[in-house]
């Protein structure tokens, strides 16, 4: 098993944060790391849906698990294993929420994961956690008018 993610400290409502990073139809329109997103059904576990990031390659995914704003995980399956990518939210003071993803990969692609996408999603982790405070910031505001 092979684990890797980020974390970072974002301003926002944790309420704000769970319902964008939970509307995954809409992730290619903040996050810069998506180019398609889609869910064949409700946000709910075990329905299935794809994603693929630029420059990586797609595929499906199943959500296994969901706890109502605190964390939700997609698991694909890989070549003789899986990946697990878990998004955690957790409270950290006034207006401040912890985000986090946590990718877990199992199986006989780790040493790819381990030196080319660990490596580069690290790096793409920290844009990809300011865009979700900004964009729930925004319709935060949106909602207000």
């Known amino acids: 098993m092979y684990v890797f993610g980020g974390e970072q400290l974002i301003d926002g409502d944790i309420t704000a944060i769970w ?29 299935a849906g794809y994603s693929k990031q630029k420059g990586n390659p797609g595929g499906p995914f199943t959500l296994t698990v969901i706890e109502p704003g605190r964390q939700w995980t997609a698991e694909s399956a890989l070549p003789g294993g899986k990946l697990e990518i878990r998004h955690l939210l957790e409270p950290a003071g006034q207006n401040e929420v912890k985000v986090a993803k946590r990718y877990v990969v199992q199986g006989p692609l780790i040493p790819l994961f381990r030196w080319y996408y660990g490596p580069k999603v690290r790096r793409a982790l920290g844009g990809t956690f300011t865009a979700l405070e900004k964009e729930a910031a925004r319709r935060v505001t949106d909602q207000q008018r």
């Open 19 to 47: 319902s964008v990073w939970t509307d995954m139809e809409r992730f290619p329109q903040w996050d810069p790391r998506e180019e398609e997103t889609r869910l064949n059904g409700p946000f709910a576990v075990g329905t």
